[in-house]
């Protein structure tokens, strides 16, 4: 099912209307039987902590390296996306769309994780980090300066 739409909702004011944008012209060139979906916006801390335990202290296997606080979901400046191939949801980035999605998002000033330096590449993630990085939110989700999904924010 697709819940992109309901997903950019999650994402910071000063975000939804840019993702919006950035995932309709994603879908409009993209061709007939291929189009992107958001699989993923806002993540609260918790939904992350619980995420980090798995396969650490809680059962199954291990599924991020990132802890709360510092992915750019928890303050709901990143999305996942896939591509939806003939009705079939699809995470190849190696398909051929991949990258026309990538592209068109990064031209509206995401930042891909494809994209990461070192040997982790986050292939569905993009995230808009207005100049800040996670430690600086962090900080301001610490002071209660940063509130997710409120027009109460300093970015
Ligand atoms: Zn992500």
Not at 16 to 43: D, S
Not at 94 to 102: D, F, I
């Amino acid at each position: 099912m697709d819940n992109s739409i309901a997903q950019i909702q999650t994402l910071h004011p000063r975000l939804r209307q840019i993702a919006l944008q950035a995932y309709q012209e994603a879908v409009k060139n993209t061709p007939a039987g291929v189009h992107p979906i958001i699989t993923e916006g806002y993540r609260s801390f918790a939904e992350s902590d619980k995420l980090y335990a798995q396969g650490r202290t809680a059962p199954g296997a291990i599924v991020t390296n990132a802890q709360s606080g510092s992915s750019y979901h928890n303050y709901g400046l990143a999305i996942d996306f896939a591509l939806v191939v003939d009705g079939q949801t699809n995470w190849d980035e190696h398909h051929p769309n991949w990258m026309t999605v990538v592209n068109i998002f990064k031209k509206h000033g995401f930042t891909w994780g494809g994209d990461f330096a070192g040997s982790f590449k986050d292939y569905p993630h993009l995230e808009m980090r207005f100049g800040y990085n996670w430690r600086d939110l962090l900080a301001l989700h610490n002071t209660n300066q940063f509130i997710p999904r409120t027009t109460y924010v300093r970015i």
